[in-house]
């Protein structure tokens, strides 16, 4: 029998008369899978409920901060204790500090940082202390990562713009990108040739070091390193985004991971536990340009909100706590799905790769091997429709677009896992 989706129907008939879309961010939508966007009521470990009272055991997790699970009780806890003696003050709290500090101690690239409220924000002004601190104009960017929605970053995107296969946003003037190039990921003899045709120029190259907006796609041997070498030989900056990857794949990020060192990152999601905070931090004699210190004017009525601190504290804390045997597991659990999803496609036929790294994987239904924004558009989309409705007809929540990631969480069980293997070995079978 079919899920009862009434209340969530209703309520999107509703809200697409107030709201463009009836959604508050594009992906949500459900445009690329079909069927109306659910609306959600509540989250419990795992496990996410809609308004129709469905439950479902959820690899979306907010978009990736939730690593450990909806209505983690310390993180509440820490949020309700927080609030109980204000939610804003607009001025400086020891808590922000203990934060600052806890970031600064666990990634290697951050000596100073500065907080903010969205992944967004963080980007953007990371970008604008690049350009203030080198004096130049330029950035380099790659095809399928995505760094927000600010003006300049809104070209050949990955997320919802390649969800919506948008090469680019309107409402952005073109003198506003014309500072922006944008090459293809993994590429390094690209890079080179453009890098060296723009000698003196680029003020960042900026990239997911690990991509996660055009579904997973990891840094191919040499990138990374061959990034690092020519921004530092030129004095252009290497601004790693991650927004999605720190604290995820490891404490100290990708760039503890990789054993690569930008001189700006930029963070969000996990740093929040949930609530909106974000954060972008580098080298000390770079991030003095920010405004006091320096002439780079960035700011915020809710910066460093203490309900989103004491979030993202207890957060840090937990993790810092679990060390590196609670991302073992979180890498045992992933690995565990991809083992089952690659089986349940070799038994019926249907080809796949999957990419995974950490907590994170996506599976492209390609038979190509995905390393870059091109080959990741060879995914046939409306496989990937089709396993989203089995599952989530199951009772199993994935991104409601190829272009994402699948989270695992510590409140993912073994137990939750066995059933959402039986339910792609299931989901596969109508996909022949
Ligand atoms: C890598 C990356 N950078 C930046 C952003 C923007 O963050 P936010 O949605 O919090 O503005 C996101 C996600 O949206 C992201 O995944
Ligand atoms: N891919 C995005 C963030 O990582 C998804 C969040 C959103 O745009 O709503």
């Known amino acids: ?16 008369q107030y709201i463009p879309g009836g959604v508050n961010s594009p992906v949500r939508a459900f445009k690329s899978v079909g069927g109306d966007p659910l609306f959600m009521e509540r989250g419990a470990g795992s496990r996410i409920f809609d308004v129709d009272g469905n439950g479902y055991i959820d690899y979306v997790m907010s978009w990736g901060p939730l690593i450990f699970g909806h209505a983690a009780p310390r993180i509440l806890e820490a949020i309700t204790d927080a609030a109980s003696r204000g939610t804003s003050f607009g001025a400086s709290t020891a808590a922000e500090v203990t934060l600052a500090k806890k970031i600064v101690a666990a990634v290697p690239s951050i000596e100073k940082v500065r907080l903010v409220s969205s992944g967004t924000e963080a980007v953007m002004s990371a970008v604008r202390v690049a350009r203030g ?25 990955g997320s919802g713009l390649a969800t919506f296969g948008l090469p680019d946003s309107a409402g952005v003037p073109a003198n506003l990108t014309r500072d922006t190039i944008t090459l293809p990921y993994n590429d390094i003899a690209a890079f080179r040739e453009a890098f060296a045709a723009h000698k003196g120029e680029v003020a960042c190259v900026m990239l997911e070091p690990i991509a996660g907006n055009m579904g997973i796609v990891p840094p191919v041997a040499g990138f990374l390193e061959t990034l690092r070498e020519l921004t530092a030989a030129d004095g252009a900056l290497l601004l790693f985004d991650e927004v999605i990857t720190g604290f995820r794949v490891s404490v100290g990020g990708a760039q503890q991971m990789l054993g690569v060192t930008p001189d700006l990152t930029t963070l969000g999601k996990i740093i929040g536990g949930g609530l909106p905070l974000a954060a972008y931090g580098g080298r000390a004699d770079i991030m003095d340009v920010v405004s006091p210190v320096g002439p780079v004017y960035q700011a915020g009525t809710l910066s460093g909100n203490p309900l989103a601190v004491a979030a993202g504290l207890e957060q840090l804390t937990i993790l810092e706590e679990g060390g590196p045997e609670m991302y073992d597991d979180l890498t045992r659990k992933i690995g565990r799905l991809a083992t089952a999803t690659q089986t349940a496609a070799d038994r019926v036929g249907v080809p796949i790769q999957i990419n995974r790294i950490g907590s994170m994987m ?18 046939d989309a409306a496989r990937y429709a089709k396993l989203f409705r089995s599952l989530l007809e199951q009772g199993i929540y994935f991104a409601p677009s190829q272009f994402e990631a699948a989270f695992v969480s510590t409140a993912h069980t073994d137990e939750d896992l066995d059933a959402t293997i039986a339910a792609v070995d299931k989901a596969f079978d109508g996909l022949v």
């Open 133 to 157: 601190f080198t004096k130049r104009d330029l950035i380099i960017k790659f095809e399928g990562n995505y760094h927000g929605h600010s003006d300049g970053f809104l070209a050949k995107s």
């Open 362 to 379: 996506t599976t492209f239904f390609t038979e190509t091997p995905v390393t870059d924004y091109t080959t990741a558009k060879t995914s």
């Open 1 to 16: 029998m079919s899920r009862n989706h009434s209340q969530s129907a209703a309520l999107y008939a509703e809200a697409v």
